[in-house]
């Protein structure tokens, strides 16, 4: 049973930084890509960020390119998010994701498990 646990939101001014962890166990992780989402208040979850098996390839949203980097440990089964230059508008739930067996990447679909999600607020 896969199980992805999430850590490292809270409270942080504007054009300041955060690192999310998701601890993932259940299954070989790095047999996975991962990845993050988000959702705000009264929006639909979106995508954030994904990163390939070996975490060789990234993917990333618009609107976090440049500002946000998504890593991943497989020796610790860990993913990370660190956040750079934080805007208000990225205050929202951040949630871990996993996808099926049978999910490929190419397509960044097929997300099966997903993380309690971690709450960031960014105060402007």
């Known amino acids: 049973q896969v199980q992805l646990v999430e850590s490292g939101g809270g409270l942080v001014q504007a054009g300041g930084s955060l690192r999310l962890s998701c601890a993932a166990s259940?299954?070989?992780?790095?047999?996975?890509?991962m990845g993050w989402f988000r959702q705000a208040p009264g929006k639909e979850r979106e995508f954030v960020a994904a990163?390939?098996?070996?975490?060789?390839?990234?993917r990333y949203a618009d609107s976090v390119k440049g500002r946000f980097v998504i890593s991943r440990d497989n020796a610790k089964n860990t993913l990370y998010l660190q956040m750079h230059g934080l805007k208000a508008e990225d205050t929202a739930v951040y949630y871990c994701?996993?996808?099926?067996?049978?999910?490929?990447?190419?397509?960044?679909?097929?997300?099966?498990?997903w993380g309690q999600g971690t709450q960031v607020t960014v105060s402007s």
């Open positions: 994701a996993a996808p099926g067996d049978y999910a490929h990447y190419a397509e960044l679909g097929g997300w099966d498990y």
């Open positions: 259940g299954r070989t992780f790095s047999s996975y890509f």
């Open positions: 990163i390939s098996r070996d975490g060789g390839n990234t």
